[in-house]
Nanobody
Framework: QVRPVESGGGLVQPGNSLRLTCSVG????????MGWFRQAPGKERAFIAA????????SYADSVKGRFTISRDTAKDTVWLQMSSLKVEDTGVYYC????????????????????WGQGTRVTVSS
C-alpha cells in the first residue's frame, strides 16, 4: 500500500522559494497519480497540483499556476512541489496524496477521490 510522507516545510518570507518532498513509500504503477493539497488556517483542504505517474501529465490550481511546479522521479518513488514567489496566502499545511487511478479525463481537485494521504508538512509565509 502507498503511504506518502511529506517533508520540507518551514518558515519563509514572501517572495522566497521552498521545495516540498513526498516519499511515496511504495511501488507505483502507470495508472497512479500523485498530488498536493493545502489546508489553510480556517479553511477546507484545497487542491494544489497533481501529476500522473505514467505520463507525467500535470494539473494546477489557478492560484499557483506559474509559481508552483510538481515533478516526480519514478525510479525513486518521489514527488516534489517546488514553490516560488511565495505569498502569505500560501500559508497552510501541505498534504501529499495518491490515487490508484489517475484523474485523466476528469477532475483532480476532488479530495474524496484520492486514496491515501500523508501526515502533512506546515508552510508559513511571513515577514
Amino acid at each position: 500500500q502507498v503511504r506518502p510522507v511529506e517533508s520540507g516545510g518551514g518558515l519563509v518570507q514572501p517572495g522566497n522559494s521552498l521545495r516540498l518532498t513526498c516519499s511515496v513509500g511504495g511501488r507505483l504503477f502507470g495508472s497512479y497519480a500523485m498530488g498536493w493539497f493545502r489546508q489553510a488556517p480556517g479553511k477546507e483542504r484545497a487542491f494544489i497540483a497533481a501529476i500522473s505517474w505514467g505520463l507525467g501529465k500535470t494539473s494546477y490550481a489557478d492560484s499557483v499556476k506559474g509559481r508552483f511546479t510538481i515533478s516526480r522521479d519514478t525510479a525513486k518513488d518521489t514527488v516534489w512541489l517546488q514553490m516560488s514567489s511565495l505569498k502569505v496566502e500560501d500559508t497552510g499545511v501541505y498534504y501529499c496524496a495518491s490515487r490508484k487511478e489517475s484523474w485523466l479525463g476528469g477532475d483532480p481537485s476532488i479530495a474524496a477521490e484520492w486514496d491515501s494521504w500523508g501526515q502533512g508538512t506546515r508552510v508559513t509565509v511571513s515577514s
